[in-house]
Every structure is written in structure tokens, then in C-alpha cells.
């Protein structure tokens, strides 16, 4: 069974950073693209950013140049560091896998951005 457990949103001040990391299990992670997603209120969920199995990257232009998305295979991890926070980036944050699986979201962590 599939488990991705996120952490490490909060509130935060518009301008200033935090860290999210995602835990899978129950998956090959080292073969699986992952990808980080958002859903903010009265909006559909999104792709922010993806790490393919090979390290190469893409973002959301919304994020480029201040999210970075990273990987660590040896602890089936995925983060994402958001710098430059903006109140646009409020919403509740998801991992999964790229594309991403109808059965697979977790919970998810809020990120508040307070301008």
C-alpha cells in the first residue's frame, strides 16, 4: 500500500522560506518520478514542480527561480525549499508520484502566507 506522509508547512511571512518533505513507502521510489502539487481554496490542484528518477527537473513558472525540488532516494524522501514566499503560494501542498495517481494523496501540509 501506497503511503506518502508530507510535513513542514506552517505560516510563514510573505518574503520568507520554509522546507516541505514528503515520506514514501510502499513504492519503488528510486523508479518513480515524483512531483510536488497545490491546491489552493476554490482552485483545482496543480503541479508545482517534478523530479524525474534521473534528477532532471521541471517547475511551475509560478515557482521558477524560488522553489527547488530535490530528492533523496536513500530515504525515499522528497523535498521541496520555498523561498521568496509570496501570498499566492497559500495552499494546502501534496506529493505524489509524476503523473500523479487518483489513490496515492495523502493529506497533504498547509502552507499560509501572510502578506
Known amino acids: 500500500q501506497v503511503q506518502l506522509v508530507e510535513s513542514g508547512g506552517g505560516l510563514v511571512q510573505a518574503g520568507g522560506s520554509l522546507r516541505l518533505s514528503c515520506a514514501a513507502s510502499?513504492?519503488?521510489?528510486?523508479?518513480?518520478?515524483m512531483g510536488w502539487y497545490r491546491q489552493a481554496p476554490g482552485k483545482l490542484r496543480e503541479l508545482v514542480a517534478h523530479?524525474?528518477?534521473?534528477?532532471?527537473?521541471n517547475y511551475a513558472d509560478s515557482v521558477k527561480g524560488r522553489f527547488t525540488i530535490s530528492r533523496d532516494n536513500a530515504k525515499n524522501t522528497v523535498s521541496l525549499q520555498m523561498d521568496s514566499l509570496k501570498s499566492e503560494d497559500t495552499a494546502v501542498y501534496y506529493c505524489?508520484?509524476?503523473?500523479?495517481?487518483?489513490?496515492?494523496w495523502g493529506q497533504g501540509t498547509q502552507v499560509t502566507v501572510s502578506s
Open positions: 505524489n508520484v509524476y503523473p500523479p495517481r487518483r489513490t496515492n
Open positions: 510502499g513504492i519503488i521510489f528510486s523508479v518513480n518520478d
Open positions: 523530479i524525474a528518477s534521473s534528477d532532471s527537473t
